[in-house]
């Protein structure tokens, strides 16, 4: 990307930086085969300065997905396998008393990365997952009261199985609540399994990636995506969806602001990954799902958190 500060204005990139945000979207996607979507939303979800949880099965690419990100964007990359003895310190790290400095000294965990997968992250216990509540919210950590910077871009791609499979535990709300995005990535459609069971090993090609992007880059990148423009109308229209889901039928508990500050990121970023230098009210309704289905708290007899959203998106006109 360019240096000049004033090269990128709102919602534009230059011709160059463009082909190259460009063409990193069209190297994920030429890995996770058939997954255009789900890719443009990884992408918003990075831009945005938000965190990405994947819910799905094994085996369809959830990996493979933060891999291919991780390699095209040039950053750090740490993968941990969440288990059902897994401790805080494991992931944050540990104060080592050293003799040859009679003092104590922090050595990082894996936590210290720029892109980490936190892998299966529901296998682990509650008060591990809650480790990474500070990490995720204010990109540190305090150990033994001291604060320790997390490296820019803090990325976190973490991967759940579905809770009704054995031995995993259901996120706390507040831990649900610093993911920008839930999604599901889904089978893959035919013509794309095909590619997939008579192509390259996805490992293999992973292996062979450039990066398109740097760190800085996506630094630069996350800039100009809170520069696009919102509307006064358009900020109304977002408050008048939190408004509803506070008494739209079926709801428990409604979005928090904090929920409409999170849509309003998602679809500025949505905004610049289409070349526009402000927020549509179809950036909203495109991500309204992905942002509000998992903080919502449904009644116990209503119906599903996605069918609520799409009931709340039905309910509030655009004007």
């Not at 591990?128 to 305090?142: D, G, K, R, W």
């Not at 069971?197 to 995506?225: H, K, N, Q, Y």
Request: with cysteine; net charge negative.
């Amino acid at each position: 990307m360019t240096s000049d500060a004033h090269a990128i204005t709102p919602g534009t990139l230059q011709d160059n930086d463009r082909r190259r945000l460009d063409a990193a979207i069209a190297q994920v996607n030429s890995v996770l085969l058939g997954k255009h979507r789900e890719t443009e939303l990884a992408f918003a979800c990075l831009l945005a300065g938000g965190h990405l949880l994947i819910e799905d099965l094994p085996g369809l690419g959830k990996t493979t997905l933060a891999r291919a990100l991780s390699v095209t964007l040039g950053l750090d990359f740490q993968r941990m396998q969440f288990t059902s003895d897994l401790l805080p310190s494991d992931i944050i790290g540990v104060s080592v008393y050293e003799q040859a400095h009679s003092e104590f000294r922090f050595h990082p965990g894996p936590l210290f990365t720029q892109m980490l997968l936190a892998d299966e992250i529901n296998r682990a216990p509650p008060r591990t997952q809650s480790a990474l509540l500070e990490a995720m919210a204010e990109h540190q950590v305090t150990v033994d009261g001291i604060t320790h910077a997390l490296p820019q871009p803090f990325f976190v791609i973490a991967t759940q199985n579905p809770v009704d499979l054995s031995g995993t535990y259901p996120l706390p709300d507040s831990q649900l609540d610093r993911f920008l995005f839930r999604v599901s990535l889904g089978y893959p459609g035919q013509e794309a399994e095909r590619a997939l069971l008579s192509g390259v090993d996805r490992r293999a090609m992973i292996g062979d990636l450039m990066p398109v992007l740097s760190s800085e880059d996506v630094l630069e990148l996350r800039r100009a995506t809170g520069r696009i423009h919102a509307s006064e109308q358009l900020v109304a229209y977002v408050q008048a969806l939190m408004a509803e889901s506070r008494r739209h039928p079926g709801v428990a508990i409604g979005l928090s602001p904090r929920a409409g500050l999170a849509l309003l990121r998602a679809s500025r970023a949505r905004a610049l990954l289409a070349g526009r230098g402000h927020v549509l009210p179809d950036d909203v309704q495109a991500l309204f799902v992905e942002v509000a289905a998992h903080r919502l708290v449904p009644e116990p007899e209503s119906d599903q958190r996605e069918a609520l959203c799409a009931g709340i998106l039905q309910a509030v006109p655009v004007d």
